[in-house]
């Protein structure tokens, strides 16, 4: 039975103040990484990752490991979506792009040391369950082959799930392969918008996957939703809530969508007129986070909420979550190695991203060279600022005095430019300066991505092509 434990009590969500929120609400990164990806510069070579690989491995004590697998097909297109995805119904293509996947750990796996355990794999898209289940059992026996899997009770296997193609005899066998955790997208489940986005998803459908789940011992089901869909409404969208509320998933996450069909050809299908206007956009943020508050969800951060019984939520309030290119998690100090189209890796202090185009990375791995196409050696800058802002993320302070102690820096000069654009956020009530700390405050958790603007050299360097989604 699925039970919420009745020793843990949830903590308060952030307060919802509409007219705040409207006023910072402007483009920003998600900070997934620090530098973000768009900072990545193209031609960074085969042998500068077996470099960096190298070091990672000779560090004192080398970090545990976590692997990202993207899987880019997808059966249909969702109008909404602006992932990396090949639309195709020919399933032979998961066999073929399986193959190569697998030459491409091959070729990644013996940079590391064997001794360096996996503590994390999620799989992502895309679709991950466009693999048959006997192709996603093919894809983890060789990743075991090749890595060495934690055996411990708190690791992490995850997958991505579109309920519209899975079955529930399936989470069974996805269980039995070693998956811990399932993700699935639901979006919304109002007809109407289901129709504008071409995402039709019955509710029955849904409902039974998250029942398999429980029944062949997920330890853990993160549902999917998104608000600012074209023609949603607060009546359509409360129904929906209502109905993933009952089901008692034991995380959520709330995107806003974010429309750029300049950048995301499917978006184009959506017309503007029917999105909903700013009021209402806000009004469907807030709904949500009054339901899953009423329900008893913790608020994570960014768009996340979990129950308090879950392990991002205890993460959260012990001081081990983490944000990386799956979002947030529970392994905060480990290298992420990411395999497949498009995949980001994280090793050291070092992001390397494959080619995100198909047939370049294709092409790659038919070579028998590492699919590299763009990366980022960190500077001390770099390396000191994506801490500040893996801390404000994750744990919403800064210890001012340690960080000073850590880098040998006078924390008020090194960061006079930041701490000028905090003072408007504090004057809000976003965030408090006592001496020795930065501290985000329930009124400012709703706005975590512009507390971190601040320390984001970047931002005013960024080109014409750099785009960011709106932080609300």
């Not at 750029?260 to 806000?282: G, S």
């Not at 294709?362 to 000191?384: F, N, S």
Request: aromatic share 8%.
């Amino acid at each position: 039975m699925h039970t919420t434990p009745p020793t843990v009590q949830p903590e308060p969500t952030w307060r919802f103040d509409a007219e705040l929120l409207r006023r910072y609400d402007r483009p920003g990164p998600r900070y997934t990484s620090y530098p973000t990806a768009p900072h990545f510069a193209e031609g960074f070579g085969e042998e500068d990752f077996r470099d960096i690989a190298r070091r990672s491995n000779d560090d004192p004590i080398p970090r545990q490991l976590s692997l990202y697998v993207h899987v880019p097909f997808c059966r249909s297109p969702c109008f909404y979506c602006g992932c990396n995805r090949v639309i195709t119904r020919d399933e032979s293509r998961g066999r073929t792009y399986l193959d190569r996947l697998l030459r491409e750990i091959g070729m990644v796996a013996p940079l590391f040391d064997c001794d360096r355990e996996v503590v994390q794999l999620h799989l992502g898209g895309g679709t991950p369950n466009f693999l048959a289940p006997r192709l996603l059992g093919e894809l983890v026996a060789a990743l075991g082959r090749q890595f060495s899997f934690s055996h411990a009770l708190d690791r992490d296997f995850s997958v991505e799930l579109d309920p519209r193609f899975v079955a529930p005899d399936d989470i069974e066998v996805l269980s039995a392969i070693g998956f811990n955790r399932t993700s699935l997208g639901v979006q919304d489940f109002d007809p109407r918008v289901q129709q504008a986005i071409n995402r039709v998803q019955g509710v029955d459908e849904t409902l039974a996957i998250i029942d398999a789940c429980r029944r062949f011992g997920m330890r853990s089901v993160n549902i999917d939703l998104i608000y600012g869909l074209p023609l949603q409404t607060l009546e359509g969208f409360g129904r929906t809530l209502d109905t993933v509320i009952d089901a008692r998933p034991d995380r959520l996450a709330i995107y806003g969508y974010a429309h750029m069909p300049r950048l995301f050809k499917a978006q184009r299908q959506i017309r503007d007129e029917d999105l909903p206007d700013p009021e209402t956009r806000l009004a469907l943020l807030e709904l949500a986070v009054e339901r899953l508050g009423d329900a008893g969800y913790e608020y994570i951060g960014m768009d996340h909420f979990a129950l308090p019984g879950d392990e991002l939520a205890r993460a959260r309030r012990e001081g081990g979550l983490h944000r990386n290119f799956m979002g947030y998690t529970t392994h905060a100090q480990t290298d992420l190695v990411g395999l497949g189209v498009s995949a980001i890796s994280h090793v050291g202090d070092s992001y390397v991203q494959n080619h995100r185009d198909l047939p370049a990375w294709e092409a790659a791995v038919d070579q028998g060279r590492l699919p590299l196409w763009r990366g980022l050696v960190m500077g001390t800058d770099d390396v000191l600022r994506a801490e500040l802002i893996q801390r404000l993320m994750c744990q919403g302070e800064i210890d001012t005095r340690q960080v000073e102690r850590a880098w040998g820096i006078d924390f008020g000069r090194y960061f006079a430019d930041a701490l000028a654009a905090l003072r408007p956020l504090q004057e809000d009530g976003l965030v408090q300066c006592p001496p020795g700390r930065i501290r985000v405050t329930p009124r400012g958790r709703a706005l975590l991505r512009i507390i971190a603007m601040c320390f984001d050299r970047y931002l005013d360097q960024r080109g014409e092509g750099v785009r960011y989604s709106r932080t609300i």
